[in-house]
């Protein structure tokens, strides 16, 4: 999926896109009311020069505070908002795919609601995509601020797992920060999976892409709602939606056990044959039986985690409900050949 190509090393490519037509950056949120006050007019200060027109897709996902409020405040100042409200917290999965459903640009940003993602850098994802590329993601590349030693190594673990199981290529440090082409939005509207893990969906549609590095802000406002449970069991989806590697483990584990109690048949049939019929070891006994019942309850939790997301899918409910949908922007009337694509 991924080209190894750094900014400044865009000469291979021969396409080159000139002014964008509408460009739309969604932004899930949950409790982002303060940071939103100040993000939204900022946003639309630095972006709208960038294309002949700009629409900023909120997806409030279930807020508590003033979010929506914010949102429309900001409509009525002519900011050029959308807001897209859930009827409930579906998580950030979800509430990204329904930004994507829903946004009409021929070029789309995804960007926290926090204040994290820097502007700049977006800025320089416009220009990796006026040179040709239809995938442009943000790569982290100072976490000793923003993580401790253990969710680094945590997170360095999982990533190793990621790429020893799947044919797909996702690229480290790389998270939902990206610049999407229209034609890997229309990509992502096909897929049609209730278990999802975007960064794993983005990378699975393919598409020329490059990396752009770059340094998080400090929150504008709050902490993260990310905590390492929410953190955990969206490990678990991605590593059960894109890999058969713990299934694999499990066969290769149930071979070793099976293994293991051959050669321990064999050792007590040769050992009651030649110092003839001992008592058996109490602590034997105990430790095999625990052993075994521990191997099959692992077992039977990973087969389980799987089954229950068919279970999940066949079942066919809508990823997310929306209980208000502002009304789309007005495209420009007259729009580049970026826009006609």
């Not at 940071?35 to 972006?47: C, D, M, Y």
């Not at 929306?322 to 970026?338: G, I, N, Y």
Request: proline share 5%; glycine share 8%; hydrophobic share 45%.
């Amino acid at each position: 999926m991924t080209d190894s190509s750094l900014p400044g090393q865009i000469s291979t490519l021969t396409t080159r896109r000139n002014r964008i037509g509408l460009l739309s950056v969604v932004m899930p949120a949950f409790n982002e009311a303060a940071s939103l006050a100040v993000l939204l007019p900022t946003i639309h200060e630095a972006l709208s020069p960038q294309a002949d027109a700009l629409e900023l897709v909120v997806v409030d996902d279930g807020s508590t505070d003033e979010t929506a409020l914010v949102v429309h405040a900001a409509i009525a100042k002519g900011v050029p908002a959308r807001l897209v409200r859930l009827s409930r917290n579906f998580g950030k999965e979800a509430a990204l795919s329904a930004g994507l459903d829903l946004a009409d640009g021929d070029v789309v940003i995804c960007l926290d609601s926090d204040g994290q993602h820097p502007l700049d850098t977006v800025l320089e994802m416009i220009e990796q995509w006026r040179a040709g590329y239809e995938v442009v993601y943000g790569v982290q590349t100072d976490r000793r601020h923003s993580q401790s030693p253990t969710r680094r190594g945590l997170t360095r673990l999982f990533y190793w797992l990621m790429q020893l199981g799947t044919r797909v290529d996702m690229p480290a440090n790389a998270g939902d920060f990206r610049l999407l082409d229209r034609c890997v939005v229309q990509a992502l509207r096909r897929l049609p999976e209730r278990a999802r893990y975007m960064k794993g969906l983005f990378a699975w549609v393919g598409f020329r892409a490059v990396g752009v590095p770059y340094v998080p802000h400090n929150r504008l406002h709050g902490v993260t709602h990310f905590k390492f449970k929410r953190l955990f069991s969206l490990a678990i989806t991605a590593v059960t939606a894109f890999t058969h590697v713990p299934l694999r483990i499990v066969t290769a584990l149930g071979l070793l056990v099976s293994l293991v109690a051959v050669f321990f048949g064999v050792w007590v049939v040769f050992d009651t044959l030649v110092f003839g019929n001992q008592v058996s070891g109490y602590a034997t006994v105990v430790v095999s039986i625990v052993f075994l019942a521990g191997v099959q309850l692992l077992c039977l939790g990973i087969i389980g985690e799987y089954l229950g997301r068919v279970f999940d899918e066949v079942k066919q409910r809508p990823l997310y409900l929306t209980r208000e949908v502002t009304p789309p922007l007005s495209r420009p009337a007259v729009q580049s050949p970026a826009g006609q694509r």
